[in-house]
C-alpha cells in the first residue's frame, strides 16, 4: 500500500482505535502503528485498494477469518523481506492486542494469535551524545540568541529543556505554559497513555525558559495563540516537525554528530546513570512504564566503562 492511497474502511478497525485511545490510553504513535500493522496483514491477505479481497469479502470480514497460520505466513513473508527485529515484533503484538480485544468483545469466537510466538526486539543500544557535544550544542544554541531572534531563543529554551527533564520531542510539543513553575524549576510533563509527571530542570534551562517567556514568546503570540508552551513564527503551537529540526540544525550549527532529537533523551538517562543516580530515579524522570525499558541504558553506561578499561588498566 503505497502512501497516496487512502487506506480501506473498516468499521472493526475504527471500533479498535477507539478501544486502543480511550480505554488502553495508548499514545498517537502507537496507535496509528497498530492501525497501519493490521491493514498491513489486510493487504497480505489479498485486499486491493477497493478495500475487497478476490471473494469480494471487505476488511472487517478478512480480519475476522484469519488464523494462526495466516499470521505465521504473515510474519515469515516480512522476515523474508528482512524488515527489522522490531517491526516484526511490533507487528506481532498488534496482532495478539487486535484480536484478543476482538475476542473478548465477541467480535470472533477465539483469537487466532493466542499462540503466535513473539518475535524478540533487536537490541541496540540508543545513540548517545558526550556531555562535550551536548555543551557545544546548548552554546550554538545559547550564542544564537544574539541576534535578537525570538525563534533562536525558542531553540535554545527547547535544546535545554530537552536535555535538562529527558522530555520526548512530542511531550515538550504538547506542554503548556502554565505547565511550567520556573520559581521551583519543575514542569508538568503529559507522557504516553496521557500519565503525568513532574519532572525537575536546572539553572541553565531556567534562564534559557525565563527568556522564551518574559521576552521572546510575547513576540510571537497572535489572536489565535493558546496556551501552547513552544510557538512557532506565526503564533501557533510548534510542532514536532520543527522542533526536531530544531536539534538537527543546531548539530550541524555545533560540528557535532548529528543525531535525532531522541538523543537527548538517551543521553540524559546515560549521563545521570553514569554520574551515580539510581534505576527507579531515572525511570521516573523519564516517565517509562516498565524499569526494563529504563535498564537498557546501563548496558550503554557498561560499554563507556569497559572502554575506558581497555583504555586505561595496564591489565586489561
Given at each position: ?8 474502511a473498516s468499521e472493526l478497525l475504527a471500533q479498535f482505535e477507539r ?28 485486499i486491493d485498494q477497493r478495500g475487497l479481497d478476490a471473494a469480494g ?63 524478540r526486539p533487536a537490541s541496540v543500544l540508543p545513540d548517545v551524545m ?187
Open positions: 500500500m503505497s502512501g497516496t492511497d487512502a487506506p480501506p478501544y486502543l485511545r480511550h480505554q488502553r490510553g495508548l499514545s498517537n504513535n502507537t496507535v496509528r502503528a497498530y492501525q497501519g500493522d493490521l491493514l498491513h496483514l489486510a493487504h497480505h491477505m489479498g469479502r471487505d476488511v472487517d470480514a478478512v480480519l475476522a477469518a484469519v488464523t494462526l497460520p495466516d499470521l505465521r505466513a504473515w510474519l515469515a513473508s516480512m522476515a523474508n523481506a528482512r524488515l527489522s527485529r522490531t517491526t516484526l515484533a511490533r507487528r506481532g503484538a498488534a496482532a495478539r492486542t487486535f484480536y484478543a480485544w476482538a475476542e473478548s468483545t465477541e467480535r470472533v469466537a477465539a483469537s487466532p494469535a493466542a499462540r503466535l510466538a513473539s518475535a558526550s556531555p562535550a557535544d551536548i555543551d557545544a550544542l546548548l552554546e550554538v544554541a545559547r550564542t544564537r540568541c544574539d541576534d535578537g531572534d525570538p525563534l533562536h531563543v525558542r531553540d535554545w529554551a527547547s535544546a535545554e529543556l530537552l536535555y535538562a527533564t529527558g522530555m520526548r520531542v512530542g511531550e515538550l510539543s504538547s506542554a503548556n505554559v502554565d505547565s511550567v513553575d520556573l520559581d521551583n524549576r519543575l514542569i508538568r510533563v503529559i507522557g504516553k497513555g496521557d500519565k503525568e509527571r513532574v519532572v525537575p530542570f536546572g539553572v541553565p534551562a531556567a534562564r534559557a525558559l525565563a527568556l522564551w517567556l518574559d521576552v521572546a514568546r510575547p513576540q510571537l503570540v497572535t489572536t489565535h495563540t493558546d496556551a501552547a508552551l513552544m510557538l512557532g513564527r506565526r503564533g501557533g503551537r510548534a510542532d514536532q516537525r520543527q522542533l526536531r529540526q530544531v536539534i538537527h540544525d543546531l548539530c550541524h550549527a555545533a560540528g557535532v554528530p548529528d543525531v535525532a532529537p531522541h538523543a537527548l533523551r538517551h543521553s540524559v538517562a546515560t549521563h545521570l546513570l553514569t554520574e551515580g543516580s539510581d534505576l527507579r530515579s531515572v525511570q521516573e524522570v523519564l516517565g517509562h512504564a516498565s524499569l526494563t525499558t529504563t535498564q537498557r541504558y546501563t548496558h550503554v553506561s557498561a560499554e563507556r566503562l569497559r572502554a575506558a578499561y581497555q583504555l586505561a588498566h595496564p591489565r586489561a
